[in-house]
């Protein structure tokens, strides 16, 4: 099978390795070769290895546990499957998820069937990538798991309540590894300068050149490692004894930015854009903005956030930000990448400074809950279509005044359904040129509704609630 790797138990306590799982050559990779090969080497996880828990119980073999293992890149998760290989009462299998098909899977659970029913060994099925399987191939799983044919031990960099199917994940631990620390992936990098499995001291690393390594990585040591091997490589090719930042920033040429447009961090990384927008902050989110870009976004997708973002989060403190927004997204359109990343600069730089109001999604959302609560009677007589033949005779239009024949513009008619008259669905705020709307508004309910004074009272119960969670 293609992408299959498989460990037996051995009577003599080492396993032997049928396709090289954890079998590590001279020349292979720094970042392979610096493996932890104990769970008291694996660095940056602290709140997984406690007495007890279910990592160590998994490395142990303690307990016959299926776990999902959720994090980013670097972060160990495939350095735990190799811990779990190397123990001595388990059939290990690994799987590849861009290379296995339900075929593979059906063919590794048939024979762990077989070795359980021979009173064999338990067998753990690894499969990296899980995100990356159908749901057709995560349901050829799920009677294995729920049995104990296989204890399953899967690997994903994407959230797993959206890429794994939830009758899976209802069967197995979920284990989120974190991003390592800086000082994490700082005290790997020195233990890869003078551990005999790494470069063995053949160079020193100056202090800025390992500081440039360590923010170079964001939180994965493997891209630390990597281009700490190729700033050695070239420090002992011209002859030199340390690494210095001239040469560990020309070895690594460009950062490869982490972000998968369609994966988890795609969503974190709009989330931030949109609320560092929210919150006002400029440069944020221009960060933000200059981080989708690099990474290649999709143009079109950011400018329709900008113009959803101009009316549900500054509105009417600033009608024109829906102006700017909306002609940013024409402007994708018409002028394409690159030059447009200038205009969506200033779309995003508008509506970050503009005031900001959300009473526009409240208002919005007050109304709809009403009609979804059965709250709406008929449409009042006088304000019926009298355009058709026989309407008069049904009363339609009958009494309807006329605005404009007013001086003032606007006269006392009701116009919301039976039951609805006092309905106060938009409150202005008193931020940009929303005050100006806020100070006229009562004066044109009073009018429209022939009354002294505005109406009180909640525009609709638990709206302000339904608002809050939609921008949690």
């Not at 090969?37 to 303690?62: C, H, I, N, S, W």
């Not at 069967?171 to 790494?198: H, I, Q, W, Y």
Request: proline content about 6%; charged content about 25%; hydrophobic content about 45%.
């Amino acid at each position: 099978m293609d992408g299959l790797f498989e460990v037996q138990p051995t009577g003599g306590g080492d396993p032997a390795y049928t396709g090289g799982f954890d079998d590590v050559a001279g020349d292979a990779p720094l970042a392979v070769r610096m493996r932890p090969r104990t769970l008291d080497e694996l660095v940056g996880q602290e709140k997984l290895l406690v007495p007890g828990a279910p990592l160590r119980q998994l490395v142990g073999g303690d307990a016959p546990m299926s776990v999902i293992l959720y994090g980013p890149p670097g972060s160990g998760k495939t350095t735990v499957a190799h811990l779990v290989a190397g123990a001595t009462d388990r059939r290990f299998v690994a799987l590849s998820a861009l290379t296995s098909g339900v075929k593979d899977v059906r063919s590794v659970i048939d024979v762990a069937r077989k070795e359980r029913r021979r009173g064999g060994p338990p067998t753990v099925l690894f499969i990296d990538e899980v995100h990356r399987f159908s749901k057709t191939q995560q349901d050829s799983l799920l009677a294995a798991v729920e049995d104990r044919t296989v204890t399953l031990l899967a690997a994903t960099t994407e959230n797993p309540f959206f890429s794994v199917i939830k009758p899976l994940l209802s069967r197995c631990v979920l284990l989120k590894l974190e991003p390592l620390t800086d000082d994490a992936v700082r005290s790997l990098v020195r233990r890869a300068v003078t551990d005999p499995r790494g470069l063995d001291g053949q160079v020193t690393l100056a202090a800025d050149a390992e500081a440039h390594l360590v923010q170079l990585a964001f939180g994965d040591v493997r891209k630390a490692l990597t281009a700490l091997e190729a700033a050695a490589g070239a420090a002992v090719a011209q002859g030199a004894a340390e690494v210095d930042l001239a040469t560990a920033e020309q070895a690594v040429d460009v950062a490869a930015l982490r972000y998968d447009r369609d994966g988890d961090e795609h969503y974190d990384v709009v989330s931030a854009f949109i609320k560092s927008i929210r919150g006002s902050d400029v440069d944020a989110a221009l960060h933000y903005l200059a981080r989708m870009l690099v990474a290649g976004e999709d143009a079109r997708f950011i400018a329709r956030r900008l113009v959803v973002h101009a009316s549900e989060d500054v509105g009417m403190a600033d009608p024109t930000a829906l102006q700017t927004a909306t002609a940013a997204a024409h402007a994708v359109e018409y002028v394409g990448l690159p030059e447009v990343q200038i205009v969506l600069a200033q779309a995003v730089i508008h509506l970050a400074l503009a005031p900001k109001s959300n009473a526009v999604v409240v208002a919005i959302g007050a109304a709809m809950a009403d009609v979804r609560a059965g709250h709406g009677g008929a449409v009042p007589a006088h304000l019926r279509d009298s355009h058709y033949k026989g309407a008069s005779d049904f009363g339609h239009g009958k009494g309807y005044k006329y605005p404009h024949d007013d001086a003032r513009g606007v006269v006392p008619q009701r116009y919301a359904p039976e039951g609805l008259d006092d309905r106060e669905y938009y409150r202005p705020t008193g931020h940009g040129a929303e005050r100006a709307v806020a100070e006229r508004l009562p004066k044109l309910r009073r009018i429209v509704r022939g009354t002294t004074e505005p109406a009180a009272g909640p525009a609709t119960d638990g709206v302000t609630s339904m608002v809050e969670e939609r921008h949690r």
